[in-house]
């Protein structure tokens, strides 16, 4: 009798660890999980982030309520973010009748609504890389796998000869670190040793797109130097491994978000559009929350170094509109990529008049058509998640009130309170 409690179960116990493992101080860890589309339990995984529908005993508040009065309430795998593993037989079933079927339309919809799960796409002879990091760029079919990340800006590059030199370099420099960088524990250097995996990323490709008066979009001069990206990285990771006698690079091309870097840098992230030319931000200060209103630095470095007008600039907002702009995009650059790419793309609110019920299927069939240029795929509706930090507002109120603080009416409640029981509370 009894039966196995399956994997979901697994991930949950994986959450609640990271819950209270630290990083940096105050980030709990970063974790993934993801399951096949043709798993039995399938139907619950794509719904366990769905918090609006959980009821909390006891009240007449659901887990999405506490979790937006109180971001630190606990979820089902709040934690961890998760995708839904598509492989080459439903690729070619698609392929074969046009129908993508019920676990992919209900995947879209959850996507739209709660911005989980994400997709993740694993086809032919890479059907097996179902393993990856938390961003998603490294993907793999090993456990204990490790990568060694880099990232050039793309920006801060004259012509395509400096380029191929700085991506010569950055590659050497990567398997370089391949034979110097301390692990964890044996098997990581096992599989290392048996993988050497590299990931060189680019950022600053929205900067590169704007100093050539371009829109966001893959244009031909960029496809050349993705060209030199891609056969100058892979070159080189066999040349050089080979001279120092270790094993060849199994890959050489990932594209971190670059998220912390990129500010360090004063370019644009990974291959993500500008988020705002300006936003508020919203922060937590005793029990009250603040906000303040900040001018982004790439945006103001965009405006004042290339003259671009703050108001017709394409932001991921303005593109949050357009999604197949940005699905189209991120394929062109996939195109050149051999693991994968971290990229969210931005959409509306759930229930506005351009994400709704009725949009789901038509953002299915774009979708479904650039599957197998893509290796994951992640959207974020706008407001699907309590304590969203950034909201947009424009450039010029920006001006008139950069660096004021304003202190909001809403107050910080913890989840004790909110449902006003003891129990685990200690009251």
């Known amino acids: 009798g009894g039966y196995a409690s399956g994997p979901i179960a697994k991930m949950e116990m994986l959450n609640e660890i990271g819950r209270f493992i630290m990083q940096g101080g105050s980030r709990r860890s970063a974790i993934y999980a993801s399951l096949s589309l043709e798993h039995a339990d399938i139907d619950r995984f794509l719904e366990i982030k769905n918090w609006h529908t959980i009821k909390v005993g006891g009240t007449d508040k659901t887990l999405a309520e506490l979790k937006e009065a109180d971001f630190n309430c606990r979820a089902p795998l709040d934690m961890t973010n998760i995708s839904v593993n598509y492989g080459t037989k439903w690729l070619c079933d698609y392929w074969n009748t046009g129908d993508y079927g019920?676990?992919?339309?209900?995947?879209?919809?959850?996507?739209?609504?709660?911005?989980?799960?994400?997709?993740?796409?694993?086809?032919?002879?890479?059907?097996?890389?179902?393993?990856?990091?938390?961003?998603?760029?490294?993907?793999?079919?090993?456990?204990?796998?490790?990568?060694?990340?880099?990232?050039?800006?793309?920006?801060?590059?004259?012509?395509?000869?400096?380029?191929?030199?700085?991506?010569?370099?950055?590659?050497?420099?990567?398997?370089?670190?391949?034979?110097?960088?301390?692990?964890?524990?044996?098997?990581?250097?096992?599989?290392?040793?048996?993988?050497?995996?590299?990931?060189?990323?680019?950022?600053g490709i929205h900067e590169w797109l704007v100093q050539r008066g371009s829109g966001y979009e893959v244009t031909s001069e960029l496809h050349k130097w993705l060209t030199i990206y891609r056969s100058v990285s892979r070159a080189t990771a066999n040349s050089f491994s080979g001279k120092l006698c270790v094993s060849t690079p199994i890959a050489t091309c990932a594209i971190a978000p670059t998220g912390s870097i990129g500010i360090l840098a004063g370019t644009t992230t990974g291959i993500e559009p500008i988020f705002a030319v300006a936003y508020k931000r919203r922060y937590l200060k005793g029990t009250r929350w603040h906000h303040q209103i900040v001018i982004d630095g790439a945006g103001q470095d965009l405006i004042e170094r290339y003259g671009v007008d703050p108001d017709t600039l394409e932001t991921a907002l303005h593109l949050a509109n357009d999604y197949e702009k940005r699905i189209k995009f991120q394929a062109d650059i996939q195109d050149y990529v051999d693991q994968g790419i971290s990229s969210t793309i931005n959409i509306p609110k759930w229930g506005s008049d351009k994400n709704n019920p009725d949009t789901v299927k038509p953002f299915a069939d774009c979708l479904a058509s650039y599957a197998h240029r893509l290796r994951g795929f992640t959207v974020y509706a706008d407001g699907s998640r309590g304590g969203q930090p950034l909201t947009p507002v424009p450039y010029q109120e920006a001006r008139k009130k950069t660096g004021e603080v304003f202190e909001e009416s809403i107050e910080y409640l913890d989840v004790c309170e909110l449902i006003q029981r003891g129990g685990s509370c200690g009251q």
């Open 102 to 203: 019920e676990v992919f339309l209900k995947n879209c919809e959850q996507a739209l609504s709660t911005s989980e799960p994400g997709f993740s796409f694993n086809f032919f002879d890479q059907e097996q890389e179902t393993l990856r990091n938390a961003c998603t760029e490294i993907t793999s079919e090993d456990d204990s796998d490790v990568c060694n990340l880099g990232s050039i800006n793309l920006s801060r590059i004259e012509n395509i000869y400096e380029f191929s030199d700085v991506v010569n370099l950055a590659t050497k420099f990567l398997v370089c670190g391949t034979l110097r960088a301390d692990l964890p524990y044996q098997k990581v250097y096992q599989i290392r040793e048996k993988n050497r995996r590299l990931g060189l990323g680019l950022m």
